[in-house]
């Protein structure tokens, strides 16, 4: 399995040709990094020497805070040969397509109308298409996809409720687990249905606010606050 040292020894180079990249443990990021976190990925695989590359793009602004991805996608061959000498050359040349299309949106609040090859097309997904028409000040699109969303999560957290009940111990370790799982699912409905009423009310103040401090847990989660640079949103 591939370390973080190995990956900078592979991406150092590439960085330091770039002024606008910066190397994060595995990843590359653009900077400065505003309502959108662009950049490319080396991720470890179950083989010593296997590599697992591909270029993402994540919402700043989403009330999971986590490190993690929103639209992700490849370029390349999965499962790289890190012994392999052709390696860098293929996945640099990877990052340069990959970083042409990715700067391109870099001042935006959406990565909806990328061309990369991706796993899933987000504007597909009621919640990013909420949160990004909310950033864009679409409010009351914003309000429906995002309430249709909401509704979908309580259901959900009510399926999952009865099925521990129904399935596991009260003092076993597989319940305590679940409902951990599903007491972090509860926190980001919790999140979404208070943007849902800022959103409501049109508190611009508010949503600019509760936007941006999703934005700054991102940035600590990520462990890229000093890339972050807090900007306004456009319907600000």
């Known amino acids: 399995m591939s370390t973080t040292a190995d990956m900078k020894r592979l991406l150092q180079p590439y960085v330091d040709r770039h002024d606008d990249l910066a190397l994060v443990g595995r990843a590359v990021i653009i900077k400065p990094v505003r309502h959108l976190i662009c950049g490319f990925f080396v991720d470890r695989t179950s083989a010593k020497t296997s590599l697992d590359p591909f270029w993402y793009v994540s919402l700043m602004y989403a009330p999971w805070m986590h490190k993690g991805f929103s639209w992700a996608g490849y370029d390349l061959v999965r499962h790289t040969n890190l012994e392999d000498k052709a390696t860098p050359a293929d996945i640099f040349q990877a990052m ?129 606050e000093h890339l972050w640079e807090p900007t306004p949103f456009p319907f600000e």
């Open 96 to 224: 340069d397509i990959a970083f042409a299309e990715l700067r391109g949106i870099l001042d935006g609040c959406s990565a909806f109308g990328i061309k990369l090859k991706a796993f899933r097309k987000l504007e597909d997904f009621p919640i990013y298409r909420g949160l990004v028409q909310a950033a864009e000040g679409d409010f009351q699109r914003a309000v429906e996809d995002l309430s249709r969303y909401a509704a979908g999560e309580a259901n959900h957290v009510q399926d999952k409720l009865d099925f521990i009940e129904k399935h596991t111990r009260p003092r076993g370790r597989p319940r305590q687990r679940q409902l951990a799982t599903l007491e972090c699912i509860k926190t980001n409905l919790n999140a979404i249905e208070t943007l849902i009423s800022l959103l409501k009310e049109r508190d611009r103040q508010g949503i600019a606010n509760l936007l941006r401090e999703w934005e700054r847990g991102t940035a600590t989660a990520w462990q890229i």
